[in-house]
């Protein structure tokens, strides 16, 4: 089952972004998000049942030094030592937010190969949406790297996750692909290897934003400034930049 959108170490409940011509972005996520009869995302980005899950901040000068791509929050058992890990098998730490008697709240990181990402303790329990209920949330991860063994022993060792090696379709192009798994049931990310010839996209983690009308939010992505990369039509998902550049993904709910 793939559902990084879970409470539990491992887990992705939201993800932000610091960008440039706030206003434009703003308007932009809002016409492609919010496509079809029943959409899953508010006019102002919270999802159909009001919770926050993506966050489009103004790029001021205390964020400069974050990478412009959207960054998925991760949870981890502890922030500092995740942390240290990560510094310690090549990544950056950009920015490490603390509470008064010095524990860590929060962090932001690249990994060695410039992929932004948060992390964070894992939040208190909370009842759990029904599974049949549509809403609006962060329905996959994916991040193709040149080295796909080394970006997966990276995140075993600073996120907590297991993985499984899968062979890729012929199809896919992939040299190697790796599912990341927050238990042995559930897949929270996939990290991929593409072949020499492939380079469209940066490594970057991209987003999977479910929507309710996916050929109407394709439609407003050229329509508003931004641009369909490719679009994978019988998996029903497209790569996407904003007008800004950003990378993420639109799915089909």
């Known amino acids: 089952m793939q559902n990084p959108f ?15 011509d706030h206003e434009r972005e703003v308007d932009f996520y809002t016409k492609i998000l919010t496509t079809g009869e029943a959409p899953l995302w508010r006019d102002d980005l919270m999802n ?48 490490h937010g603390k509470d008064d008697d010095g524990q860590s709240q929060w962090a932001v990181l690249v990994d060695p190969d410039g992929a ?20 609006g949330c962060i329905s996959w991860l994916s991040l193709a790297v040149p080295n796909a063994s080394s970006s997966r022993d990276f995140y075993q060792h600073v996120i907590g996750w297991n993985a499984n090696s899968i062979e890729p379709e012929e199809s896919e192009g992939l040299v190697a692909k790796f599912l990341m798994k927050i238990d042995h049931e559930t897949s929270a990310a996939e990290i991929h290897q593409l072949g020499s010839e492939q380079n469209e996209i ?40 904003d007008p800004a550049g950003v990378y993420l993904a639109l799915q089909a709910s």
């Open 116 to 135: 932004a990402f948060g992390m964070i303790p894992v939040p208190p329990s909370e009842s759990n949406t029904s599974q049949d209920v549509r809403q």
């Open 202 to 241: 940066p490594s970057v983690w991209l987003i999977y934003l479910p929507v309710d009308d996916f050929v109407e939010s394709l439609r407003c992505v050229n329509k508003s400034g931004g641009k369909v990369i490719k679009e994978f039509a019988e998996a029903k998902y497209a790569i996407i930049q």
């Open 48 to 95: 159909n049942l009001g919770t926050p899950i993506i966050g489009l901040g103004a790029r001021t000068p205390e964020y400069d030094s974050l990478p412009l791509q959207w960054m998925p929050h991760f949870q981890v058992a502890d922030v500092a030592a995740s942390a240290a890990s990560a510094i310690e098998m090549g990544g950056k730490e950009l920015m």
């Open 6 to 20: 879970v409470h539990g170490v491992g887990g992705v409940l939201s993800a932000d972004i610091a960008v440039p």
